[in-house]
């Protein structure tokens, strides 16, 4: 199985690359944020709470996305691998990741890392927030939580991959095309 991890602060492109992921890989994208966006939108007890902690820009906690991540596992057992989009985000949730895979006779074949500095992050999450309608990127307040959120709690889980040897950075500014090209050089040589 090819099981990507694909990293990156808010704004750094992840939800784009994984999408031309898919379509050139077939694997299945598990992206947390939308797991939780779509509990929020069917009005589930789960999601009124991921809500309040989304809205203010912080990590929902690692129980919660554990839990989604596991049963979407356990929902498809013929797939060909998963993209990891937003998950893991904290070191705790890497180790559960990993578990995980390991009842399933498979692992991560490694991360991908967009590299974006904060500044042009901000400005594109302002814009994505012109028409994604998303609360948590409207706000300069909370996307700037949200970064601190990253660089606090997530960059950690970079080390964890670098431990085990499957860590790759790649530059995420440039056009779409280009930092796919980037991330396909890495995948093809898992
Ligand atoms: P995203 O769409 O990945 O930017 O996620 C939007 C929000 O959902 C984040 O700011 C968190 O509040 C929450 N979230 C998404 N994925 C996770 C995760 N793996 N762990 C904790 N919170 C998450």
């Known amino acids: 199985m090819l099981n990507l991890v694909l990293f990156g602060p808010p704004g750094a492109g992840k939800g784009t690359q994984s999408q031309k992921l898919i379509e050139k890989y077939g694997l299945i994208h598990l992206s947390t944020g939308d797991l939780l966006r779509n509990e929020i939108a069917q009005g589930t007890i789960l ?81 994505r927030g012109k028409d994604s309608g998303r609360p948590d990127d409207a706000n300069p307040e909370v996307i700037r939580k949200r970064i601190n959120e990253y660089n606090s709690k997530t960059a950690p889980v970079a080390e964890f991959y670098k431990g085990q040897d499957k860590f790759t950075s790649i530059n995420g500014i440039g056009s779409i095309e280009e930092i796919f090209g980037s991330v396909s050089s890495v995948v093809d040589q898992y």
Request: no cysteine; glycine share 8%.
């Open 47 to 127: 999601g009124l709470e991921a809500k309040k902690l989304m809205d203010e820009g912080l990590l929902v906690p690692d129980e919660v996305v554990i839990g989604m991540i596991s049963n979407k596992l356990d929902a498809n057992p013929q797939a060909k691998g998963f993209i990891f989009d937003g998950f893991p985000r904290t070191v705790a949730q890497a180790a559960a990741l990993d578990t995980l895979l390991s009842e399933k006779n498979t692992a991560i074949s490694g991360m991908v890392a967009l590299v974006v500095d904060d500044q042009e992050l901000e400005n594109r999450l302002l814009l």
